[in-house]
C-alpha cells in the first residue's frame, strides 16, 4: 500500500517569496510521485511528476520538485511567489508508471500575501 | 478537444432520492476514471473504466453506487437512496492509450461534480 502526507493544511507567503509544500511519501515498491494544482473553480491540472528518472523534476509555471528516498520526500518549491499560485495543491502517489490509481494526500491551500 | 466536461456541476437534493452524474472524457480517451472529493480531504478513488469495461471498483463504492459507460465513450455514476454522507465533489478524469506518443501518465480531470444531500 501506498500513501502520502502532505505537512500543513495552510500556508501562506508574501509575493516573491519562496514557495515550499511538503509531501511524504510511504509505498513498499519504488513510488512515482505527482504534484496536481487545483485553481477555484477548476479541474485538477498536472503540475509536474517524477517517473524514477531524474530526481529533481520541473513542472509548468516555474514549479520544481526533488524526489528525496533517503527521506520519503518530495517537496513542491517555487522561488519567487506570485499572486496567480494561490490554489490548493495536492501530492499523490501511484504504484506504477502508466497507473493512474491515485492516492492524493489531503492537500495545501497556498495563499499569496500582496 | 473541449476537455473533461461534467454534468451538472451542482445538485442538491434530499435524503433518499437517486441522483446521476454525468462524464464526458477526452475523446480518443480510453480510460476513465471518477474519483470523490470530502471537505478537507484528497480525491479519493472510486472506479475506472477502460473503454466499456469497469476494471476496479473502491471498497467506498457501496451497493447504492453504480456506474457505466456503455459505449467507451461518456460515463454515468448513479447513486440511490442518497444519504447525507454522500455529499461530496465527484471527479472524472480520462487518459489516452498507454501505447499513444502522447502519454505522459497525466490524467486530465474535469472540474466535478458537486453533491449536497440535504
Known amino acids: 500500500a501506498q500513501s502520502v502526507t502532505q505537512l500543513g493544511s495552510h500556508v501562506s507567503v508574501s509575493e516573491g517569496a519562496l514557495v515550499l509544500l511538503r509531501c511524504n511519501y510511504s509505498s513498499s515498491v519504488p513510488p512515482y510521485l505527482f504534484w496536481y494544482v487545483q485553481y477555484p473553480n477548476q479541474g485538477l491540472q498536472l503540475l509536474l511528476k517524477y517517473t524514477s528518472a531524474a530526481t529533481l523534476v520541473k513542472g509548468i509555471n516555474g514549479f520544481e520538485a526533488e524526489f528525496k528516498k533517503s527521506e520519503t520526500s518530495f517537496h513542491l518549491t517555487k522561488p519567487s511567489a506570485h499572486m496567480s499560485d494561490a490554489a490548493e495543491y495536492f501530492c499523490?502517489?501511484?504504484?506504477?508508471?502508466?497507473?493512474?490509481?491515485?492516492?492524493f494526500g489531503t492537500g495545501t491551500r497556498l495563499t499569496i500575501i500582496p | 478537444d473541449t476537455g473533461v466536461s461534467q454534468d451538472p456541476r451542482h445538485k442538491i437534493t434530499k435524503r433518499g432520492q437517486n441522483v446521476t452524474f454525468r462524464c464526458d472524457p477526452i475523446?480518443?480517451?480510453?480510460?476513465l476514471y471518477w474519483y470523490r472529493q470530502t471537505l478537507g480531504q484528497g480525491p479519493e478513488f472510486l472506479t475506472y473504466f477502460q473503454n466499456e469495461a469497469q476494471l476496479e471498483k473502491s471498497r467506498l463504492l457501496s451497493d447504492r453506487f453504480s456506474a457505466e459507460r456503455p459505449k467507451g465513450s461518456f460515463s454515468t455514476l448513479e447513486i440511490q437512496r442518497t444519504e447525507q454522507g454522500d455529499s461530496a465533489m465527484y471527479l472524472c478524469a480520462s487518459s489516452p492509450p498507454r501505447s499513444r506518443a502522447i502519454y505522459t501518465g497525466e490524467l486530465f480531470f474535469g472540474e466535478g461534480s458537486r453533491l449536497t444531500v440535504l
Open positions: 499523490a502517489v501511484s504504484l506504477n508508471f502508466g497507473n493512474e490509481k491515485l492516492t
Open positions: 475523446s480518443e480517451h480510453n480510460r
